[in-house]
C-alpha cells in the first residue's frame, strides 16, 4: 500500500481542496500519513495569491522534490504559472490545477505531467482533518475583480455549489463528527446569484442549521456590499450560528478604496457596519486591512488609523500592499515605499493589540461557552479550545487549566484571565 502526505499551504479554501485530494488517493487505497518524511508520494497544495505565497509554494516544492519522493503539485500555483511549470519544476511528478482534483489519482498513475485548471464547480467531499470542526466551500472564485486581485484569474469567476449539494456535504462531515461548519468562499454574500437565487446565503444556513448534529455555523467572507440585513437577522436569531462575521473592508478611505476598485467604496462599509450594530446580541468582526496601496497618502492613513481606534473591529489582520502582474493596480503610481507601507502596518496592529486586549480584560469573570480542540500545542497539561467569537488558525484561542473533556466537545467555561489575543479559564 503506498502512503499519501498532504503540504496544504495558504487558506481554509486551499484546506478543503486538500481534503478531497486525500478523500481521492484514499478511495484509490493509499493511506495517509502525517509526516511527508514517511510518505512514498507528497502532494503540495499552492498558494499565489501573493508573491510571498509563490515563493513559499515553490520552497515547500523544492525542498520536498529534494526527498526523493513523487511530488505533485496542486493549487494556485498551477492556475497562475500554468505550463511554464513543466519546464521550471522537472522534478514534480504532476501538475494539478484547481477543478481537476477528481483526476488527480488516475492522472498521477497513467504518468501524466500537467491537469489544466477548470473553473466549473466546486469540490464535495465528506471527509475532514480537524477534530470537530469542518470548513465548507460553497462557492468558487470571484466576479468581484478588485484592482488589486487575482482570484478570477487564478480561480475564476463566481461558480456556486448547488445549495442540496452543499447541504449534503453539511450533513456527510457532521456524521463524521463534525460539529462546527464554516462557511468559505472568496465573497459568501455572492453565493448564488450565478444560479439567480435571493438570499442564497440566508436560506442556506436555514438548512444547515436544521442538522441536529451541528451546533455551531460560522460564516467567513462576506464583502462589505454583500452583507444583507436579512443575513445580520440570521446571525443574530438563530442560536446555532456564532455571533462572528469575517468582513474583509481593506480600507475605509473612499479615495484609496476607489482605486482598489472595491464596489460599494467607503458607503458599503459604513452601512454593514450600521447594519451589524443594530443587532440586538453582539456580533464579532473580523476584518482584514491593506496598507500602502497605490494613493494612500498620510491623510488616508490617518482616516484607517481612526477607524481602528474606534474600535468596531474585534480581530484584525493587516498586510502591506504587494503589486502582482496582471492586476489593475500594479499599473498604478503614487504608491507608498515599502517601508513606510510596513510601518503603518506595525502601527496598526500595535493598536489593534492594545484594544484586543482590553476587550477581552472585560471578559473575566464571565462564563462562555467553548468548543474544546485537544491539548494545548505547549503541554498535555492544560487544553485548548475556542469561543464562538473565535474562528480557527487566525483569532486567539481559549486555554483551559482546569477540568477535562473530550475533544470536539462543547463546554462552559468561566474566564479566569486573559492576554492580547487568548483568554485562560476553567470548566465549570
Not at 502525517?34 to 505565497?53: H, K
Not at 464547480?121 to 477534530?131: I, L
Request: charge should be negative; proline fraction near 4%; glycine fraction near 8%.
Amino acid at each position: 500500500m503506498k502512503r499519501i502526505a498532504m503540504v496544504s499551504l495558504g487558506c481554509p479554501k486551499n484546506l478543503v481542496d486538500s481534503e478531497l485530494i486525500c478523500e481521492r488517493f484514499m478511495d484509490a487505497g493509499y493511506a495517509l500519513v502525517q509526516n511527508p518524511e514517511d510518505a512514498d508520494v507528497v502532494v503540495v497544495n499552492t498558494c499565489s495569491f501573493l508573491t510571498s505565497a509563490v515563493e513559499e509554494s515553490i520552497a515547500a516544492l523544492l525542498e520536498t522534490c529534494r526527498s526523493g519522493r513523487d511530488v505533485i503539485c496542486a493549487g494556485c500555483l498551477v492556475s497562475r504559472y500554468g505550463t511554464e511549470l513543466l519546464a521550471e519544476l522537472p522534478e514534480v511528478r504532476l501538475f494539478a490545477g484547481p477543478g481537476t482534483y477528481d483526476n488527480v489519482v488516475h492522472a498521477y498513475e497513467a504518468g501524466e505531467r500537467y491537469l489544466e485548471p477548470v473553473f466549473r464547480s466546486v469540490v464535495k467531499r465528506s471527509f475532514f482533518t480537524g477534530t470537530a470542526s469542518a470548513c465548507v466551500k460553497v462557492s468558487e472564485g470571484c466576479s468581484n475583480h478588485c484592482g488589486y486581485c487575482l482570484i478570477p484569474s487564478i480561480r475564476g469567476e463566481l461558480v456556486s455549489k448547488p445549495m442540496e449539494d452543499v447541504v449534503d456535504e453539511c450533513r456527510a462531515l457532521s456524521d463524521n463528527g463534525a460539529r462546527e461548519i464554516i462557511l468559505v468562499a472568496q465573497d459568501l454574500g455572492g453565493y448564488g446569484k450565478d444560479l439567480g437565487m435571493k438570499d442564497a446565503l440566508v436560506r442556506l444556513v436555514e438548512r444547515i442549521s436544521a442538522i441536529p448534529e451541528v451546533e455551531w455555523i460560522r460564516i467567513m467572507y462576506v464583502h462589505p456590499a454583500s452583507l444583507t440585513r436579512a443575513l445580520v437577522d440570521q446571525i443574530d436569531h438563530n442560536p446555532k450560528i456564532c455571533p462572528y462575521l469575517d468582513l474583509p473592508v481593506q480600507h475605509v478611505s473612499d479615495r484609496v478604496l476607489a482605486a482598489m476598485g472595491r464596489k460599494g467604496g467607503a458607503a458599503a462599509v459604513r452601512e454593514a457596519f450600521d447594519l451589524i450594530g443594530r443587532a440586538s446580541r453582539e456580533i464579532w468582526v473580523r476584518t482584514t486591512l491593506m496598507v500602502g496601496h497605490p494613493g494612500e497618502d498620510e491623510q488616508a492613513f490617518a482616516e484607517l488609523e481612526a477607524f481602528v481606534a474606534q474600535g468596531p473591529v474585534h480581530h484584525l489582520g493587516v498586510f502591506a500592499y504587494s503589486s502582482e502582474e496582471g492586476t489593475r493596480s500594479a499599473l498604478m503610481e503614487g504608491r507608498p515605499d515599502v517601508r513606510t507601507a510596513r510601518h503603518r502596518m506595525r502601527r496598526i496592529m500595535a493598536l489593534q493589540q492594545r484594544l484586543s486586549k482590553k476587550r477581552l480584560h472585560k471578559l473575566r469573570g464571565n462564563r462562555i461557552q467553548v468548543l474544546i480542540e485537544g491539548y494545548h500545542p505547549d503541554t498535555e497539561l492544560l487544553l485548548k479550545g475556542r469561543a464562538a467569537f473565535q474562528a480557527p488558525q487566525i483569532d486567539g484561542m481559549v486555554i483551559v487549566n482546569e477540568g477535562g473533556a473530550d475533544a470536539g466537545t462543547i463546554v462552559e467555561v468561566e474566564v479566569t484571565d486573559s492576554w492580547e489575543y487568548d483568554l485562560v479559564g476553567r470548566i465549570v
